[in-house]
């Protein structure tokens, strides 16, 4: 159990270990403090985005021990200890990861506010199920709403992933 | 039309893909200042109430909160986006004309110590009736939402070219179906935020704003400040539709929080605040009367509309006129006439919403030609062919068209979905439905009355040649216009694109553009930026003409490299000759800007939507309806758009497929709805019913071959245009699979059912009745025959 330090108003505030992206953190939260919130204010990791707080609209998608979850929906101090993966994490040494690459040949992106999110899902997917059908694919990302792109090029990316292939024919 | 392009025409990769997939692209709501403070505005929970009073004593003694203001703190000169209708204020100060409506604010040392402070500031009020319904809001008695707009009319307009009653008395068919059009809103998945600064006597604003100008220029207004004094920076923008065009009051109310605390204030609003401040699509009545000949053709057509503005004019007296002018676009006929009341009521006010008025008509319109052409034994699509506008024509209403294409999307569209072979053998409960759509190349005229040109643009080449930067006002708010106009500056510079950097939408770096509304940018943006790329180009061959010892004229750059026309062998590489040019002239630099030429009539309101170029474009829907739960399952989509040349291709489909996603959210599922006392009841985007990924159709999104001949490399407008026809093409897809009209949208699965369950009671009632006929028939006879003995026998007359 996290440490708890109660200040003079009588707020308890929790000393909390989050793992992200391979480094340990160590914050002071409320009880009451989402993740999206720590993440983006306390360590500024402002990539994990935020449209709704409610769990709709998946902007905020990180990976929970691998496992994509609503970070709005998610208490700082559930995620105490274990393994976040936040988009900053997900390029490594300044190399893009393939969904990535895929992602922008494929103009899967428009306004990219759900992007993050939704390269968190992808991955996640892809990490599971390597070969998705379209419709496996559509339902990872149902939970990331996205307004601009209609889907079509955000599905065709992740497929064209998967089977090996960063760039469209048409490129 | 030459097609030897070298960096237009292609899919290049997105300038901004690399920052926006790893997280790195800042949005507004992701900076940080230091000493930075949170500000939240409190709002009205009433529909219609009187303030009696505000007390804010208790919300100032809170620890962490730094400043609480309300109307008398704040400027009171009455703001809006069009200038005709200035009705809004930075807060109420007599009374809240709708639920959300604004009142007071807090700047606070968190998050968490505004909402307790807004919990604390007490207003009294005086609960006043409410219009809530918009078909009502005229009525005598209804109560009056701004005392000086009579019977709540914010605008009206009557219009009339031709002789409408001449030529409906003369049509061989006449015929008037009402429409219902819902509200629906933009629902980008960005909230709204700004953050606010005071340097001295300057304002630095950071906004999630879809026109930089615009706000710079009502901000100055409203601060009575020059707008040299006020800087608005756009980061990156998650999604606008038109709503982040206009003011909300977070950078009004923001600004006044810094000024006093003297530190940045972030204010922002959640999503459920992002409904109430609305701006979206107006619910919408509309009835169209069409007369025709015996073949179909159009001889004249008359709209009379009802839109509900909402609380405040917004953008809505443009919105009003668009919802007519745009009507006789898609299709040819002389005689016209355009009737619209736009009334208040004490709901969000209504703006501008991805295709601008056009829409909703657009759906009345081809559901009435569909409910036409059945009337006549027409083929829906051979009705829009035989009256589709041709290119180098003029509307009724004074619009030069000059490409046009429709008649070829529809051709195109007609055999890319088989749409002959269905129409003849989709099974029952299967349907296909077509319709056009048309939308401007940028609004003629500025949103405030100007004299500025519409587009600007510098570009700035590196000391050593090996970068260029576009400086532009434009915004790119998911649309892709930082590519597209790297692009077209590089084709004109005769450089690479994968060189150029871009620089936008910061007002005091980068030179005015009215910003990203009307589907304005690539055409509009694009002419400055070729006109600058030019400049650039013009230079740079000047100096490798004295490095080569060669007439400037037989030089030209492409690709980076500088060439003879004439001769083989002599070249330079860009980057030499800017470097010389540096060395020996200074900084290269280019410069453009677009003014359209004048457009448009001399009546009342001609100016709304004039455009130096249209946009055209077709769609098929083939849908399934579940006769049993009304459920629709769309089969596929196909769209054709004229949008002139194709700067990026792949961009321009996302365009498409964004546009079509959001018609058809709009056809089916979206709406806003209100309980009784004018509360949004679904303002999450669970409820609102955004569609997802597994919601989506299968769609196939062409061009056809065009050239605009006004634009810059014949480009033209897709972003908007292709939601407009999606509505129709949806209700008349399910009108062909239930042969039953639901006359209001969205077309959502309960109207459907209920549609069809009352044509299976009708037509249960018509079996009924045949039966009883026969049978009081058969009855009649008998009795006849035992009257009249039997039958005699004749001998055949032959
Ligand atoms: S912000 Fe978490 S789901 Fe929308
Ligand atoms: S790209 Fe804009 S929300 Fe997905």
Redesign the interface.
């Known amino acids: 159990m996290a440490q708890a330090i109660t200040d003079k108003d009588g707020v308890k505030r929790y000393l909390i270990t989050l793992n992200v992206n391979g480094d340990a953190h160590t914050v002071l939260v409320k009880g009451n403090a989402i993740l999206t919130?720590v993440l983006?204010e306390q360590l500024?990791?402002?990539?994990?985005?935020?449209?709704?707080?409610?769990g709709?609209?998946g902007?905020c998608t990180v990976l929970l021990d691998g496992k994509p979850v609503d970070s709005c929906l998610v208490l700082a101090i559930e995620a105490d200890g274990r393994e976040i993966t936040?988009?900053?994490g997900?390029?490594e040494n300044g190399r893009?990861d393939a969904i990535?690459e895929s992602?922008?040949?494929?103009?899967a992106?428009?306004?990219?506010?759900?992007?993050?999110g939704m390269?968190l899902s992808a991955k996640a997917l892809l990490t599971r199920n390597p070969n998705p059908s379209e419709?496996e694919?559509?339902?990872a990302?149902?939970?990331?709403?996205?307004?601009?792109?209609?889907?079509?090029?955000?599905?065709e990316a992740v497929l064209a992933t998967a089977q090996g292939r960063l760039t469209?024919d048409?490129? | 039309m030459s097609d030897n392009h070298k960096v237009i025409g292609r899919?290049v990769?997105?300038i901004?893909?690399?920052?926006?997939?790893?997280?790195?692209?800042?949005?507004t709501?992701?900076l940080?200042f230091p000493n930075m403070l949170y500000g939240k505005i409190l709002t009205s929970p009433h529909a219609h109430a009187r303030i009696i009073s505000i007390d804010t004593s208790e919300a100032e003694r809170l620890p962490g909160v730094k400043a609480v203001i309300t109307h008398k703190d704040v400027p009171t000169l009455k703001y809006g986006l069009s200038p005709a209708r200035w009705d809004e204020s930075i807060f109420c100060s007599d009374k809240v004309r709708f639920v959300g409506d604004k009142v007071a604010a807090v700047a606070c040392l968190d998050?968490d110590t505004c909402y307790r402070a807004l919990k604390l500031i007490k207003v009294e009020y005086e609960v006043l009736p409410a219009a809530l319904d918009f078909l009502h809001a005229m009525d005598e008695g209804q109560p009056q939402v701004h005392e000086e707009y009579a019977r709540n009319i914010n605008t009206e307009i009557h219009q009339e070219f031709g002789d409408v009653e001449k030529a409906l008395a003369e049509a061989h068919h006449v015929r008037t179906d009402t429409f219902v059009g819902q509200r629906t809103y933009?629902?980008?998945?960005?909230?709204h935020s700004a953050i606010s600064m005071w340097d001295g006597g300057k304002l630095t604003i950071y906004s999630s704003t879809q026109s930089p100008h615009y706000f710079q220029h009502y901000i100055a207004r409203e601060f009575d400040m020059p707008m040299g004094d006020v800087r608005i920076i756009k980061p990156?923008?998650?999604?606008g539709?038109g709503g982040k065009l206009e003011p909300t009051g977070l950078e009004f109310a923001g600004a006044v929080l810094a000024r006093l605390t003297g530190r940045p204030v972030r204010t922002f609003y959640?999503?459920a605040e992002m409904f109430a401040h609305n701006r979206g699509r107006h619910a919408q009545y509309m009835e169209i009367t069409t007369g025709v000949d015996k073949n179909g053709k159009i001889l004249a057509a008359k709209a009379n509309f009802l839109m509900d503005g909402g609380a405040y004019t917004s953008l809505g007296i443009a919105s009003a006129y668009y919802a007519g002018a745009l009507l006789p676009l898609t299709y040819e006929f002389d005689n016209y006439q355009f009737d619209m009341f736009r009334v208040y009521t004490n709901l969000p006010a209504c703006g501008a919403q991805r295709g601008h008025g056009a829409p909703q008509p657009k759906y009345a319109f081809e559901s009435h030609l569909d409910n036409v052409a059945a009337d006549l034994g027409i083929d829906p699509m051979d009705i829009r062919i035989i009256n589709a506008r041709r290119p180098d024509t003029v509307t009724p209403n004074d619009f030069r068209v000059n490409s046009c294409k429709i008649k070829e999307c529809l051709e195109r569209v007609r055999v890319m979905s088989g749409w002959d072979e269905k129409k003849k053998n989709l099974p029952r409960g299967r349907g296909i439905g077509v319709a056009t759509g048309s939308f401007v190349t940028g609004a003629g005229y500025p949103i405030y009355r100007t004299d500025l040109p519409h587009a600007a643009a510098f570009i700035k080449v590196c000391e050593d040649g090996t970068a260029a930067t576009l400086y532009t006002g434009s915004v790119d708010?998911?649309?892709?216009s930082d590519t597209v106009l790297c692009q077209m500056a590089a084709e004109a510079m005769g450089y690479r694109y994968e060189q150029m950097k871009i620089v936008a939408a910061d007002t005091e770096i980068t030179p005015l553009d009215f910003g990203a509304y009307a589907s304005r940018q690539t055409y509009m943006s694009g002419a400055a930026v070729k006109q600058a790329g030019e400049e650039v180009k013009r230079q740079i061959l000047e100096m490798a003409s004295s490095m080569l010892g060669l007439p400037a004229d037989d030089l030209d750059c492409a690709d980076g490299m500088i060439f003879s026309k004439s001769r083989n062998g002599k070249s330079l590489s860009f980057e030499e000759v800017a470097r010389k040019h540096f060395v020996l002239r200074g900084p290269l630099l280019g410069r453009g800007s677009y003014t359209p030429p004048k457009l448009g009539g001399s009546f009342k309101g001609a100016a709304v939507g004039t455009s130096p170029a249209y946009s055209f474009g077709a769609q098929v829907g083939e849908v399934a309806i579940d006769e049993e739960t009304g459920e629709i399952s769309v089969v596929g989509i196909w769209d054709v758009h004229d949008c002139g040349k194709v700067i990026n291709?792949?961009?321009l489909?996302?365009q498409v497929?964004?546009a079509?996603?959001?018609g058809m959210g709009e056809a089916v599922w979206e709406e806003v709805l209100f309980d009784d006392k004018g509360r949004i009841k679904n303002a999450?985007?669970?409820n609102y019913r955004?569609l997802?990924?597994?919601d989506?159709p299968p769609?196939t999104s062409e061009v056809v071959d065009s050239y605009e001949p006004t634009g810059p490399w014949g480009v033209k407008e897709v972003g908007e245009g292709a939601t407009n026809p999606t509505l129709g093409m949806f209700s008349n897809a399910i009108f062909d699979a239930m042969g039953v009209r639901v006359n209001s949208l969205p077309l959502s699965y309960e109207k459907v059912w209920r549609a069809l369950k009352e044509k299976r009671e009708r037509e249960e009632d018509a079996r009924r009745e045949e039966d009883a006929r026969r049978e009081a028939h058969d009855r009649r006879a008998d009795a006849q025959r035992e009257a009249d003995g039997p039958t005699p026998i004749y001998a055949n007359p032959i």
């Open positions: 919130n983006r500024d990791l402002t990539g994990t985005k935020k449209g709704c707080e409610l709709d609209c902007s936040t988009i900053e997900v390029a893009l990535q992602m922008i040949n494929h103009a992106v428009q306004c990219g506010y759900c992007t993050p390269v419709q694919v559509r339902e990302i149902s939970g990331n709403l996205c307004r601009c792109t209609g889907y079509v090029h955000i599905v469209p048409d490129h | 899919s990769p997105r901004d893909g690399p920052e926006k997939v790893t997280g790195g692209a800042k949005y709501g992701d940080k998050e933009q629902s980008p998945i960005e909230p990156y923008l998650g999604g539709f959640d999503r708010i998911g649309q892709g291709p792949r961009l489909h996302g497929h964004g079509l996603y959001m999450e985007l669970a955004l997802t990924a597994v989506m769609i």
